[in-house]
């Protein structure tokens, strides 16, 4: 089994920034794509940004140039550092990985429980 934890959610004015983390523990092979997704109330949960295992990142439209993914294989972490946050950035923000438990084992997609950021005008 494989957990995901965020930390880093909070509140902040708009302008501001907030640095989220997100730790994979458990049984872990390999860390396939990393991702945050975000739901705010009364809406379906979206993707904000996406890192591959190389490297390679994608980003809402609403948040490129704002918001920056990364991540540290060694460490089995993702982390989103938001800055220029908006109100309408508020919302709970969920880490989500496609994990292999074992060399043998296919990959599986697994989601955190997510953190709250809120952006005050």
């Known amino acids: 089994q494989v957990q995901l934890v965020e930390s880093g959610g909070g509140l902040v004015q708009a302008g501001g920034s907030l640095r989220l983390s997100c730790a994979a523990s458990?049984?872990?092979?390999?860390?396939?794509?990393m991702s945050w997704h975000r739901q705010a109330q009364g809406k379906q949960r979206e993707l904000v940004a996406h890192?591959?295992?190389?490297?390679?990142?994608d980003y809402a439209d609403s948040v490129k140039g704002r918001f920056t993914i990364s991540r540290d294989n060694a460490k089995n972490t993702v982390s989103l550092q938001m800055n220029g946050l908006k109100p309408e950035d508020t919302a709970v923000y969920y880490c989500?990985?496609?994990?292999?438990?074992?060399?043998?084992?296919?990959?599986?997609?697994?989601w955190g429980k997510g953190t709250l950021v809120t952006v005050s005008s």
């Open positions: 989500n990985a496609i994990v292999q438990s074992h060399r043998w084992s296919g990959a599986m997609n697994y």
């Open positions: 458990g049984s872990i092979f390999d860390i396939n794509a």
């Open positions: 890192i591959a295992s190389g490297g390679t990142t």
